[in-house]
């Protein structure tokens, strides 16, 4: 058979067409060049567990896949992975880390070469990847026999009843659902424009959560504190029932007391606060009273014995006068005093005591000798005096022996007296006028 020039031309052209064909897929979808290792080198990672990673897996770098697996094996003490990188692709060796990441939950794992800077040293052929800077995806098995085993501990009644409660508590609630969803959207947006504020306060939180470990004895025992005030309200509901039944009408009550009680309670409670205050200046007097008291009052029920009339008791009185004589050193002057005749109250200065020296016979039990609650072993007339560092000083002016004056200017023995009634004593003869002003010179 001869071939003319023209087809053994035309079969030239295609002879060439067809090694140029093979020869573009062999080195597009064969890769002939990266089996032969020609414009690759070879990198080893040190793996803590394989991960799920396989032969072939890509190798990506800023997103970008410049390599493959070539082989994973296991080594006594570790598991290895090949990989055969891309030489046009320099990939910086200083701070970088290897993770091996899953593109789906299937399980298609891939590693990913996280370098930290752009600069070199770059990794070269026969480096090692140690496995401190490598990190691998938790095992999807365990996850899935652990989420099964937790799915299986939930009781089958209990999740029926929470589920359609839940179908319950949402049905109708659609609208609702849609505007806490828009809000949360809107939420998040605003948190994505506040990170450096949240930032801030995520790491202030660490003072804040330190002191909450601090505390973790104290939040347990109120946590059981708190278990036990429930269980409590639990065993008393009916009472607690009650109460809040009630607690309205009680509450309108209270308000309608209070109104009624409005134009004299606050100043009731004003004029308490002087009453509060002597009663804590003088405590320890007031306990002493409602100690002693009760013995006291039953002494005197011993003055009734038996035997006696009705509401008659055995009592012995002594009459004493002038032994000794009334103090009126610190009172009102005599010309000042007020006629026995007059029955008005007149306006008088609030310090009149005795205001003779302690040790004085006079008023000895006067309140110039009151017991200091406040400084034991010292007596003053008023907690002033008491607090004071300087002792008592008697400050009374008049004598102790000044008599009344009547409107005249004579002393009060001198006035001549009323026309003696018949059965007026006789002269010299002790009576009532005698007893309250003593003898007549």
């Known amino acids: 058979m001869i071939l003319t020039r023209m087809v053994r031309t035309q079969l030239t052209i295609f002879a060439v067409i067809a090694v140029i064909g093979m020869t573009a897929a062999a080195v597009s979808y064969l890769r002939v ?31 970008d896949t410049v390599g493959r697996v070539r082989e994973v094996r296991l080594d006594p003490d570790s598991v290895r992975a090949e990989l055969t990188l891309e030489s046009a692709v320099p990939v910086p060796s200083s701070d970088l880390t290897v993770a091996v990441r899953s593109v789906s939950a299937i399980g298609e794992q ?14 070269a052929d026969g480096d090692v990847i140690a496995a401190e800077q490598v990190t691998v995806p938790q095992e999807i098995g365990p996850v899935l026999d652990q989420a099964k085993a937790m799915l299986e501990s939930v009781p089958q009644d209990k999740l029926r009843a929470v589920i359609d409660e839940s179908a319950a508590a949402f049905a109708g609630r659609a609208p609702d659902l849609a505007r806490l969803l828009d809000s949360t959207t809107s939420f998040i947006d605003q948190a994505s424009e506040a990170t450096t504020p949240a ?15 601090v505390t973790g004895d104290q939040i347990r025992q109120w946590t059981t504190n708190v278990a036990h005030l ?16 009630k607690g309205p009408g009680f509450a309108d009550e209270a308000d309608t007391l209070f109104q009624d009680l409005r134009p004299t309670l606050p100043l009731l409670l004003a004029n308490l606060t002087s009453t509060e205050q002597v009663a804590v200046t003088y405590n320890a007097s007031l306990e002493q009273v409602l100690v002693i008291l009760p013995p006291l009052i039953a002494a005197q029920e011993t003055v009734v ?23 009126s050193t610190g009172y009102l002057p005599a010309s000042e005093r007020r006629d026995p005749n007059q029955t008005t109250v007149p306006d008088t200065p609030p310090d009149l005591y005795c205001k003779v020296p302690q040790d004085s016979i006079f008023a000895v039990r006067g309140s110039r000798n009151i017991p200091c609650t406040e400084v034991p072993g010292k007596r003053a007339p008023n907690p002033q ?16 022996d000044e008599l009344y004056t009547g409107p005249a200017g004579t002393r009060h023995t001198d006035l001549a007296p009323a026309a003696a009634p018949a059965s007026a004593p006789a002269e010299g003869t002790p009576g009532w006028q005698q007893l309250l002003t003593g003898p007549r010179p």
């Open 385 to 400: 005096i008491c607090r004071s560092p300087e002792p008592f000083v008697p400050s009374g002016t008049n004598a102790p």
């Open 199 to 213: 930032t801030t306060l995520v790491q202030q939180l660490a003072p804040l959560l330190e002191t909450q470990v």
């Open 305 to 327: 014995q038996r035997g006696q009339a009705d509401g008659a008791a055995n009592v012995n009185f002594h009459l004493e006068a002038q032994d000794p004589a009334a103090c």
């Open 110 to 123: 891939y590693v990913d070469l996280q370098p930290t800077g752009t600069e070199g040293p770059f990794l």
């Open 230 to 245: 429930s269980g409590q309200l639990a065993t008393a509901d009916g009472s607690v029932r009650g109460i809040l039944d």
């Open 33 to 63: 060049p990266t089996a032969l290792g020609i414009g690759r080198y070879t990198v080893t990672v040190e793996l803590p567990n394989a991960g799920g990673l396989y032969r072939n897996a890509n190798v990506t770098y800023r997103g």
